[in-house]
């Protein structure tokens, strides 16, 4: 064990992604009972830092989290310490540079090293204080996969099991009804999670940001499918699908949030699509936030615990600046600062599209 260790700061940052907790039990379990070291929780990711509220994790803390979702130490995705948002007097957001405040206060926790659990937006502000001599361990969480560096990340799976249930769900209306029925699925810029949950319930459609989707295919594949006797079709559609030659449907902006923009909005439209360019009547469902919300399904426990533990393992081996990742079945690390500003999004010749493709399943090309 380095000699300098003997205080470690956790926090989480971004949105939030079943199996988080089961990371903080992993690390502060890992580092309490076998090493005896101290475990401080950083509350609502990097906010926590700027605002020093920075508490002791004991065992008991940790103790019954491993099957809850969310995160017990709370977590922000609008903060970047390098501007860092403040109202003015007229109420308008101007932003400030608040990388001192953080290193006063790890600093005055005198800590050693800090442990952190995110997507991409938390690990390019971890690439920051790396920069600024704090060694940072991350650990790949988000429920889109997109994290460069790592084959999988925690969150996924329980993203696509909620997926792949509701368009198996809506699949007896679409049959009793003879509709078309889509549901849109969260990713932001990746298709992962409905190029899975597409895949695993068989969706006849699947419309992923990577592959630029034609109306004139997909209503092809409606109308094909109806001519043959199949009188309903299931569409899974990524949030950020966007038309050939257009645009991704954004449904907020908010300029406080590092990644400023949210997506939302492209299974309604082409539902009207649809049925203008068809009449077979197509509704809509929104998964939202019922994706990254509730208990992580075991896969992602094992995961997580396998990260936090490896983070730990990491840190205890005198790496620096690593993040962990799985590559195969295997839980290794990489440069923290390699991955900075990249995102994994689907190759258009993955097996998985490949394997679709080869089944029937259209794409919108
Ligand atoms: O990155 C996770 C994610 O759920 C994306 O899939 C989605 O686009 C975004 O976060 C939604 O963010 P918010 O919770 O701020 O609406």
Redesign the pocket.
């Known amino acids: 064990m380095p000699a300098n260790l003997r205080r470690i700061g956790v926090l989480t940052g971004?949105?939030d992604?079943p199996g988080l907790n089961a990371v903080i039990r992993a690390v502060t379990k890992t580092a309490i009972l076998r090493h005896q070291l101290d475990v401080f929780g950083i509350e609502d990711g990097f906010q926590g830092l700027i605002q020093n509220r920075i508490r002791p994790l004991l065992s008991d803390d940790v103790s019954n989290i491993l099957t809850q979702g969310g995160t017990i130490l709370g977590t922000n995705?609008k903060c970047d310490p390098r501007r860092y948002a403040v109202p003015d007097a007229a109420g308008k957001p101007v932003f400030l540079d608040v990388t001192d405040r953080c290193m006063e206060h790890f600093r005055l926790h005198q800590l050693d090293a800090l442990i952190v659990i995110g997507?991409d937006g938390t690990m390019a502000v971890a690439s920051h204080f790396v920069r600024q001599g704090i060694n940072c361990i991350g650990v790949p969480k988000?429920?889109?996969n997109d994290l460069e560096g790592t084959d999988v990340t925690f969150g996924f799976a329980t993203a696509v099991q909620v997926a792949a249930e509701a368009l198996d769900r809506v699949h007896t209306t679409a049959a009793s009804h003879h509709r078309a029925m889509i549901v849109e699925v969260?990713?932001?810029n990746a298709g992962w999670?409905a190029l899975h949950a597409g895949v695993a319930s068989g969706a006849d459609v699947i419309l992923i940001p990577e592959i630029p989707y034609s109306m004139d295919a997909v209503c092809r594949k409606v109308v094909d499918r109806s001519r043959h006797g199949k009188r309903f079709t299931i569409l899974c559609v990524s949030?950020g699908a966007k038309p050939a030659g257009g645009r991704q449907v954004v449904r907020?902006v908010?300029p406080t949030?590092p990644d400023p923009i949210?997506?939302?909005g492209v299974g309604q439209v082409i539902a009207d699509q649809i049925e203008q360019q068809t009449g077979i009547e197509t509704r809509c469902t929104v998964l939202g936030?019922v994706?990254?919300g509730g208990t992580p399904v075991p896969d992602d426990r094992v995961l997580a615990t396998q990260f936090g533990h490896a983070a730990f393992q990491a840190l205890m081996s005198g790496k620096q600046n690593r993040l962990v990742v799985m590559k195969g079945r295997t839980v290794t690390d990489v440069d923290l600062l390699s991955i900075e500003g990249k995102q994994r999004l689907v190759p258009l010749e993955h097996p998985l599209v490949v394997s679709a493709k080869d089944v029937g399943t259209c794409f919108g090309e």
Do not use: A, P, V, Y
């Open positions: 971004g949105g992604c995705n997507g988000t429920i889109d969260m990713g932001r999670i949030e907020k908010d949030s949210r997506l939302g936030h994706q990254r």
